[in-house]
């Protein structure tokens, strides 16, 4: 139950707005006729950022696979950094990216609640928001990631990266391999959420090969 | 991709084309991305075409343009979604009016 109260007075400063309410009556009075469940919802705004994309940390993901002195820069100050391709919206928070290789896997949460780094990711996913996500992949993170699809080899390192209202945390996904010909824009559009949030890794047939 | 997503993404330019930032949906509150879910789950299911809810969005639109009103994009998806649910006679306007009253209390109760 604590859990719950230091997420609510995280989550609600303020009153709802009117265009919140009324958003929230017509979701229940719908669910209510049994024409629409949350979950549905949840599922088509989930299903349309999966495909549209978060394409502002795409850019920057794929700006430093192909741009060493950025990528350097990158992971140096990244609000900078991410600011330099015009990304800004920050409100204060600070923006560290955290760069995957093939010994060290990150990936990011938020215990409290759920501080995510909205100007370049978009909107957070709704298991991102979802207590048994925020309490298990600090706990067991492998357990978690396997849960996504994610195995990783035992000798790889899970760094788990909590979120706060001061600094917000991206992951920088390995570049797939066979990837050498493509261009800064078609490297982006290689690029999913999921990989930024570090629950998944990106396809390439060599990712999923067991590691002996 | 279903085709109602297909549509959405595929409107760059028109009057009712979503917010975006760089190529990708912008939702400033959460509301808004339940307002556009609400939308596109109902029109999944069959109970109005896309076209329909476009439509009736433009109107909004290009209402609230001839009256200068500075409604924002999902202020005015909000405001024509609830003219098509009462449209169709999915929600009346009172059954509408009446659960916002409930949740404005729901709200102040917590």
């Not at chain 1, 949840?42 to 430093?64: I, W």
């Not at chain 2, 190529?23 to 109902?42: D, K, T, Y």
Request: aromatic share 6%; glycine share 6%; proline share 7%.
């Amino acid at each position: 139950m604590s859990d719950h109260e230091s997420d609510k007075s995280h989550h609600h400063p303020q009153p709802p707005s009117p265009a919140a309410l009324r958003a929230k009556a017509i979701e229940s009075l719908l669910v209510e006729k049994g024409l629409i469940t949350t979950d549905v919802i949840d599922r088509v705004v989930a299903m349309y950022e999966r495909e549209v994309g978060p394409l502002n940390g795409a850019k920057v993901v794929a700006r430093a696979w192909t741009d060493p002195a950025y990528k350097r820069r990158l992971l140096k100050d990244a609000t900078a950094a991410i600011a330099e391709l015009g990304f800004g919206g920050l409100q204060g928070e600070h923006m560290v990216v955290l760069e995957n290789t093939p010994t060290v896997h990150n990936v990011i949460c938020c215990t409290l609640c759920s501080c995510y780094p909205w100007p370049v990711l978009g909107l957070p996913p709704a298991w991102y928001k979802s207590l048994p996500y925020r309490s298990r992949i600090v706990r067991e993170p492998r357990a978690v990631l396997h849960e996504f699809g994610l195995d990783l080899s035992p000798t790889v390192e899970v760094r788990v990266w909590d979120s706060s209202a001061e600094i917000r945390y991206m992951v920088l996904p390995e570049r797939p391999a066979n990837t050498a010909e493509l261009s800064e824009t078609e490297l982006a559009a290689l690029i999913t959420r999921d990989a930024l949030i570090g629950v998944a890794r990106l396809a390439n047939g060599r990712a999923s090969e067991p590691q002996s | 991709m279903s085709t109602v997503a297909q549509l959405i993404a595929a409107d760059l330019d028109s009057p009712a084309a979503i917010p975006r930032r760089n190529g990708e949906p912008v939702f400033n509150e959460p509301w808004e991305s339940r307002a556009f879910g609400i939308a596109v789950a109902l029109c999944e299911r069959g109970l109005f075409g896309w076209d329909e809810f476009r439509d009736r969005l433009i109107a909004e639109i290009t209402a609230a343009d001839a009256r200068g009103s500075h409604s924002s994009y999902y202020g005015l998806f909000l405001t024509a979604l609830e003219s098509l649910l009462a449209m169709k006679s999915i929600c009346l306007a009172d059954e509408i009016e009446r659960q916002v009253e409930i949740a404005a209390h729901a709200d102040n109760d917590d």
